[in-house]
């Protein structure tokens, strides 16, 4: 049995080392390919394709009007941008938030029974007559150069989508501080995937699609409440190319406390899991490239040993607890038992620390970076330490819930 668990230990720390490696030797690489993609976005746009981007709304009265706006002031002719609004069987104010939009020449409003928010979004599309078509989640609100700075790519006709920065809008709570810290990883990530053509989310916030990716490929699907996770991985099991705009910034509000973060990253990770059980003829398949041959399996693979190094260091400090009990009952309370001591003959020395004091190192390194890249610049706040203390010990709650819903196949809800 003991041996099992080093074995798993190994291969844990092991999966995590090569992921993190992996990243820094591509953020080398892409330097030169980072300086080029600013040289292109900073020269003047010549084509303008026209653009539709749909906003599909349940429930979201309180910010569906300044996600509009933020569309209507998006640096980009007004006559090439069109919005299309889809109330899907709201219950609160959003309907007549809607309606404020009702007379303005760039804005159309659809309305429907509420079906979730793929069939939102495909009500939209058999409307869109658009070169390209994207959505905006309607608590979330696109940076007014956002668009400017995604259409160039589109001057490359292999490519087929393009997803933008996400960031966190106006953090305010202890875990909107974790979250923001959290976002500025998954700003490199993406753009170090993007790199090697194995992006595998094209995110609700303001993914940008060719309209033809939809004629080909048919709308949207429910994709286990990740239609836009599915969408990807249809996309590349297809050849299509998605790329990132690290560039072109995205807003949006995420949750502030713990059930609703809980409810999401439940919904996330469960999603991702049951979705690449549907697509898990990708895996070490050659003609998929890095996302079968590496990223997927690595992505996967991470939820499993995440899970085992919290479990076994769960384990670890609960026996050392008991061991500590079972020595009072024994010899009774000692300043001695309970003062620390220190001596360099119990340092270990094996291999197991080393790889744990590396992997921790290069997650440093990488946030480092992550922070970055995202902010242009690294402030010591209160949002890293925040995340250096918590994130560790909330990420295997959802983890552990998604992987028990996928294993007795029980179905989550969006709400």
């Not at 992921?19 to 030797?25: G, N, R």
């Not at 309370?333 to 003959?345: G, H, I, Y």
């Not at 340092?347 to 922070?371: D, E, N, Q």
Request: aromatic share 14%.
């Amino acid at each position: 049995m003991v041996e099992i668990q080093t074995l798993f230990l190994y291969g844990s720390i092991f999966v995590s080392l090569y992921f993190e490696v992996f990243l820094l030797i591509t953020y080398l690489e892409v330097q030169a390919e980072l300086i080029l993609e600013g040289e292109h976005l900073a020269k003047p746009i010549t084509r303008f394709p026209t653009v539709t981007i749909v906003v599909p709304c349940f429930n979201e009265a309180y910010t569906v009007n300044k996600t509009v706006r933020s569309l209507l002031n998006l640096d980009y002719p007004k006559d090439k941008l069109s919005v299309i609004l889809v109330n899907d069987g709201s219950t609160d104010g959003t309907g007549r938030e809607l309606a404020k939009f009702k007379k303005h020449p760039q804005i159309s409003i659809l309305s429907k029974e509420n079906g979730g928010k793929y069939t939102a979004l495909n009500l939209a599309l058999a409307k869109v007559q658009s070169d390209l078509v994207g959505g905006l989640d309607a608590d979330s609100f696109v940076d007014p150069l956002a668009l400017r700075k995604i259409v160039p790519f589109f001057d490359d006709a292999n490519i087929q989508a393009v997803i933008p920065s996400i960031k966190v809008f106006e953090p305010k709570s202890v875990l909107q501080h974790v979250q923001k810290i959290e976002y500025s990883w998954g700003i490199f990530l993406r753009r170090m995937l993007s790199s090697i053509g194995a992006l595998y989310v094209t995110p609700g916030p303001f993914s940008i699609f060719r309209t033809r990716v939809f004629t080909e490929l048919g709308g949207y699907v429910r994709g286990h409440h990740t239609e836009d996770l599915e969408m990807a991985l249809r996309m590349q099991k297809h050849h299509y190319k998605i790329v990132n705009s690290y560039g072109a910034h995205v807003y949006t509000v995420t949750p502030a406390n713990l059930p609703a973060l809980y409810k999401q990253r439940v919904r996330w990770t469960y999603g991702f899991l049951n979705n690449v059980l549907d697509y898990r003829g990708m895996f070490f398949n050659k003609k998929y490239g890095h996302i079968g041959m590496f990223v997927l399996p690595v992505a996967t693979s991470s939820i499993f040993s995440t899970l085992f190094i919290v479990g076994s260091t769960l384990w670890n400090n609960l026996s050392g607890v008991l061991d500590l009990l079972a020595r009072f009952r024994t010899v009774g309370f000692s300043w001695k038992l309970l003062l620390p001591s220190f001596d360099w003959f119990f340092i270990s020395t094996g291999v197991t620390p080393f790889l744990t004091i590396g992997a921790l190192t290069l997650t440093l390194v990488i946030l480092y970076l992550s922070i970055k890249m995202a902010d242009g610049k690294v402030n010591l706040t209160r949002g890293i330490f925040y995340y250096l203390v918590l994130y560790i010990f909330i990420v295997p709650l959802w983890l552990t819930k998604a992987l028990f819903n996928t294993v007795f196949r029980r179905q989550i809800s969006w709400r």
